[in-house]
């Protein structure tokens, strides 16, 4: 007979997960068959303690060996386990033998129901042990499918069919309702905790508005919901009002699907690198950032973003800022944690930081100011060997009038307007000019382009005075190219000899193609790749070193 394990913390509808279970014509089931050992063993009290240990075999080796594995007239045994009923010295076949499954429930809707008998507690919860327990099976080379309470509620039939698909046994419709009342099956803890699924049915949809949460409970639902999320994760179906129909993306690196990032003042996961609900960055965009870029465990250029995003923080009017070394010693840190020493790129991020209640004022920034350090595996953005291919957007460049580029803030609103533009047409940026028509960046990266051996690029005026435009102004000169720094034209863009753009993303990129006008002859200039050619051996060459955050 082929035993079927569902494990779950208390009040998780386990119990009709049990009767569903029970109309099969296949299968005998077992109602917390460690009960009793769990209470001889823990030494805790229920109102029904004397009569189980008298009633119920209480020796663990006894439960798992002879009644969860014992002989029987079905093809299959159900057993509803609690997890914090799995106790030490139980015999390592319950976990090894059989076939598991994991039940949750959001802390939410459990906590609210949990102290009619019991008062609720971390341990009385189990959602830790429940944890172990989907591990110790995942490590064992058999990680338990995990169905979500919601689910269950929400789409019966669905849930049903998938978990026995993931159960290799056949679904059966008889699965989907039960008689009311108590049954032969129950623990006669039936009385004290089964009076509301005793008057079910079936599996019935949750109210669409629940009852408000009782916040004498609410450290403890800080301790519980992040255990529960972990598992969440694992769910192949997930119920959220604001959940999305799309399957889980590739990503662009899948080696990023795990990493480690900085928020605040600590390291997290990729999962849990999240901000307040109360940040300025998410009240308002309130932020300034930096891209910076890993060259052969050197960081390139880092000192000048440094003072960039100090003078943008200045410029904001950005109180209580980390000092420069708290901000490199995070930096450092996280690269050294994600062994990324070489072809990553960081999104560093200065918010306002968290509001004391939500609004605009600055004012309301009582917390001091929130770092972000975002590592990733990343190589250049763009097609730096053919070459790529520019539209001009309508939407304009921000005047200082309005907001000056020179702060490099996170509202980015406006470039985001031009992208869409390129995207539509299908292009991989898009040029957008200032107020007068005159060429200033793309949505993100600054332009240079070439006329008759001259360099020219526009002023700083509309568009972000990049590091690396600025470094790749040094090496025009340095190279003994004639540099001019002034207003240019569409049309000048169209008729160059040569287009590139630079950006911390994406390096020095080529423009073959312009509002769907060749470039010069379409293929990469001698002049953009000479000046690629010095900005590779500056990066090879230049740079803070990892190692010394090491040495020292």
Not at 52 to 57: H, K, T
Not at 118 to 123: E, I
Not at 134 to 139: G, P, T, V
Not at 250 to 265: Q, S, Y
């Amino acid at each position: 007979m082929e035993v079927i394990h569902s494990w779950s913390a208390p009040r998780s509808l386990s119990t009709s997960l049990m009767y569903s279970f029970s109309q099969r014509d296949d299968i005998e089931v077992l109602d917390e068959p460690l009960y009793a050992n769990f209470l001889k063993i823990s030494g805790f009290n229920r109102p029904y303690r004397e009569q189980l240990l008298a009633e119920m075999e209480s020796d663990g080796n006894k439960v798992v060996n002879d009644i969860i594995y014992g002989t029987g007239n079905k093809k299959y045994r159900f057993c509803k386990h609690i997890s914090k009923q799995r106790v030490l010295g139980l015999p390592e076949d319950l976990l090894k033998k059989g076939k598991h499954f994991i039940l949750i429930r959001n802390p939410l809707d459990i906590l609210p129901s949990f102290d009619k008998v019991v008062p609720p507690s971390f341990f009385e919860l189990g959602l830790l042990e429940l944890v172990h327990i989907y591990n110790e099976l995942s490590e064992s080379g058999k990680p338990p499918p995990v169905i979500d309470a919601e689910e269950l509620q929400k789409d019966p039939e669905a849930t049903l069919r998938c978990l026995c698909d993931d159960l290799e046994i056949p679904f059966q419709p008889s699965m989907l309702s039960w008689e009311a009342g108590p049954k032969p099956i129950d623990g006669l803890w039936a009385p004290w905790w089964y009076n509301t699924v005793h008057k079910s049915t079936g599996f019935k949809e949750q109210k669409k508005y629940p009852k408000p949460f009782p916040f004498a409970l609410y450290d403890l639902l800080e301790q519980s919901l992040p255990l529960y999320n972990i598992l969440r994760r694992h769910v192949r179906k997930k119920s959220s009002l604001l959940s999305s129909p799309l399957p889980p993306p590739a990503l662009p690196v899948p080696a990023n699907e795990k990493l480690l990032a900085w928020v605040g003042d600590e390291i997290v996961t990729r999962e849990n690198a999240r901000v307040s609900v109360f940040d300025s960055v998410a009240q308002g965009g309130d932020s300034v950032w930096e891209g910076l870029r890993v060259y052969n465990k050197k960081i390139f250029k880092l000192e000048e973003h440094l003072d960039r995003m100090f003078d943008s923080a200045k410029a904001l009017a950005f109180e209580n800022v980390p000092t420069r070394n708290e901000i490199k010693e995070a930096i450092f840190k996280t690269l050294i944690r994600n062994g990324m020493f070489d072809n990553a790129h960081i999104r560093l991020s200065l918010t306002r930081g968290k509001k004391v209640t939500s609004g605009m004022s600055p004012a309301l920034n009582l917390y001091g100011c929130t770092l972000i350090v975002l590592a990733e595996w990343k190589p250049p953005v763009y097609d730096n060997e053919h070459g790529i291919v520019l539209v001009t957007a309508t939407t304009r460049r921000n005047s200082p009038n309005n907001l000056d580029s020179k702060i490099h803030h996170n509202n980015l609103l406006n470039n985001i307007l031009a992208k869409v533009e390129s995207n539509n047409a299908k292009a991989d940026d898009a040029i957008m000019l200032d107020k007068d028509g005159f060429v200033s960046e793309t949505n993100a990266t600054n332009i240079f382009i070439v006329k008759k051996g001259r360099v020219l690029t526009p002023h700083a005026d509309y568009c972000l005075p990049g590091i690396t435009r600025a470094t790749v102004m040094d090496l025009v000169v340095k190279e003994q190219f004639i540099l001019e720094e002034r207003r240019i034209s569409l049309s000048e863009v169209h008729t160059a000899d040569e287009v590139w753009t630079t950006g911390t993303m994406g390096e020095l990129s080529p423009v073959v193609k312009v509002d769907g006008r060749t470039i010069g002859d379409g293929k990469v200039g001698p002049v953009t790749k000479k000046l690629q050619a010095s900005f590779k051996k500056l990066t090879e060459e230049s740079g803070v070193p990892i190692q010394d955050y090491l040495d020292n």
